[in-house]
């Protein structure tokens, strides 16, 4: 069984309600099992557990994180048993959504008291796809009156929004579909955006990368849109054409795993397909490593600037640049880089400047 588990988030007011009925649709007809895991904060608040019903948001939040893990894995264990080839879950906010309405010291009581770290959290999804609220360019359509759950001014849906977006923020396929089209334009990107991540109808990759300046690593740290991961990249021993590479991705200790097989279409665009591992899985793949090739170490960046997500890879042996990376769903998307970013040229189609090059440094 194909089992994609990915989030719908977004701040109030976003259209994640009429997205979910798209998504529904859209999938189905794709030979897709689309489960949905309901929005659990709506459920507790019209069941009387709310924040102003609890002792304070912190508490009401570490409630709803556990049961949101519970009905995420009642979901996981009932699509087990189902017979599709393709299953989807689709899950109305996720786990780490609860960071934007938490205090620092309440999210990490929180994540002690579950025993999980938020790298874990966070990347125990596939994909996470932001719906911007409507009080962010398209004001007009902004209410709160279909759905009583909902009570932010359009001042605070904004600032709302952008805590979300920081808190799922170094997710490694996190894409933000703001509303610069009409509602039914961002709908039919948000379908777009999953279909090129489920690889429908080919798991293409689409992928740009630039030489830029060796970033400010200070201001880079203290840019809540902003967040640090760790990776160490091993190349295997692959037939030509092919590339397989595991990767540990993670931070202080908390980390995943990925296997991902690449195989070249065009300069910008790839066949990719990629497979969460074990730890122990990941260990065995070790033994399979090229001898020709060392471990990729690098810290990336991983920055969210209007509605775009730049990956920044700084190098232990660089002190003078550093790779930007961005995944696109179209090849013509136009690309505004953040102030802090510096571009010197781009590199995609220049060999010296992938990976599997540096590995043979």
């Not at 920055?303 to 920044?312: A, K, L, V, W």
């Not at 013509?332 to 102030?339: A, E, Q, R, Y």
Request: proline letters at 4%.
């Amino acid at each position: 069984m194909q089992l994609a588990k990915i989030v719908i988030t977004g701040g109030p007011c976003a259209g994640k309600s009429t997205a979910m009925s798209w998504i529904g649709e859209s999938f189905s007809k794709l030979g897709y099992a689309v489960l949905f895991v309901p929005e659990t904060a709506t459920e507790l608040i019209t069941g009387g557990v709310a924040p102003w019903t609890c002792g304070c948001q912190d508490d009401f939040q570490t409630c709803l994180t556990k049961l949101q893990r519970a009905k995420e894995e009642v979901f996981s264990r009932a699509a087990a048993t189902m017979k599709a080839e393709k299953v989807l879950m689709v899950c109305d906010r996720g786990a780490l959504d609860a960071k934007a309405y938490m205090t620092d010291e309440g999210y990490t009581a929180m994540l002690r008291g579950i025993g999980r770290g938020e790298v874990e959290l966070r990347d125990g999804y596939d994909a996470v796809f932001h719906l911007v609220t409507a009080a962010c360019g398209a004001e007009a359509y902004y209410t709160t009156q279909n759905n009583t759950a909902r009570t932010e001014t359009p001042a605070e849906a904004r600032a709302l929004d952008d805590r979300v977006i920081a808190a799922w923020t170094g997710h490694p396929h996190l894409r933000i579909i703001d509303n610069s089209t009409d509602f039914a334009g961002k709908i039919k990107r948000l379908i777009a955006e999953i279909s090129s991540f489920l690889g429908e109808p080919e798991p293409f990759e689409i992928e740009r990368k630039f030489l830029v300046e060796y970033p400010d690593l200070d201001a880079l740290a203290e840019n809540a849109n902003c967040k640090r991961v760790e990776i160490i990249q091993t190349y295997l021993k692959t037939a030509d054409g092919v590339e397989m590479r595991v990767r540990q991705r993670g931070v202080d200790g908390d980390y995943t795993y990925y296997l991902t097989t690449k195989r070249k279409i065009s300069d910008v665009k790839r066949v990719e397909v990629e497979k969460r591992l074990s730890k122990d899985e990941y260990l065995r793949h070790l033994m399979d490593a090229d001898p020709d090739c060392r471990p990729v170490r690098k810290d990336r960046y991983c920055m969210t600037y209007e509605g775009q997500y730049f990956e920044i890879d700084v190098y232990p042996f660089w002190k003078d640049r550093a790779i930007v990376e961005i995944e696109l769903c179209d090849e013509t998307t136009p690309i505004g880089f953040p102030p802090e970013l510096k571009v010197i040229r781009e590199v995609t189609d220049d060999p010296s400047y992938k990976n599997a090059a540096l590995a043979r440094r």
